[in-house]
């Protein structure tokens, strides 16, 4: 397994609850593909550097996690489908 970190960028509109809850079904389906999650790290409400779906903030969580590089697709059509993630990443971090 491999070691991935991922920023989502949630809607402005959701509520705390449903922020955590949101970001709670992201780590659940890592674990369901049998990934290991590591930690994350939460840097609230920020100013987008454009307008998405005019919307000008987001919620910003970074999801440090491993699991199998074949998962990967299948997570980020979750991030696709789900309409409450503006934007966005994963990247493979091979700091240790």
Do not use: H
Request: hydrophobic share 35%.
């Amino acid at each position: 397994m491999n070691r991935y970190e991922s920023m989502l960028i949630f809607s402005p509109v959701l509520k705390e609850d449903d922020l955590n809850s949101e970001n709670d079904k992201v780590l659940d389906l890592v674990k369901s593909l049998g990934g290991e999650v590591i930690k994350t790290d939460i840097w609230g409400k920020r100013s987008l550097a454009y307008e998405i779906d005019r919307k000008r903030e987001g919620y910003y969580f970074i999801n440090y996690f491993r699991i199998a590089t074949e998962k990967i697709a299948e997570l980020e059509n979750y991030y696709k489908l789900n309409d409450n993630i503006l934007r966005y990443n994963v990247l493979r971090n091979d700091e240790e």
